[in-house]
């Protein structure tokens, strides 16, 4: 099980638990949080998954593909250097603990 706590744009947290191979998309739908969209159902053509990866964090996860960045040049929100589509981003054990902001808007 992967911990995983979003933050909401007005500090608000949400902390769930997430199964594992699940996408941090997936575990958020799952667990109705409010601020991911996911129209396109993690099939990195939306972009309404955008998460802030935690300063903390950045560096522990994989590398973004190609399709990705280019998505993330069309967010709703700013784009920002912590920025990553959240159907991307695989959780496993290594990554229990992860913190991930929300953006303000996903529309
Ligand atoms: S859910 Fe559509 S790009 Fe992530």
């Keep these: 099980m992967t911990i995983v706590t979003f933050v909401h744009p007005d500090g608000r947290e949400q902390r769930i638990a997430a199964d594992a191979g699940e996408s941090a998309m997936q575990a958020a739908t799952r667990n109705d949080i409010n601020g991911i969209l996911a129209e396109c159902g993690g099939n990195a ?18 590398a973004m ?42 529309t």
């Design 45 to 62: 053509m939306c972009a309404t998954c955008h998460v802030y990866v935690d300063a903390a964090w950045l560096a522990r996860l994989p």
């Design 65 to 106: 593909g190609g399709d990705e960045d280019a998505l993330l040049d069309g967010t709703a929100a700013e784009r920002r250097a912590e920025s990553r589509l959240s159907c991307q981003i695989k959780l496993s054990a290594g990554l229990d603990g992860l913190i991930l902001h929300l953006p303000e808007r996903q």
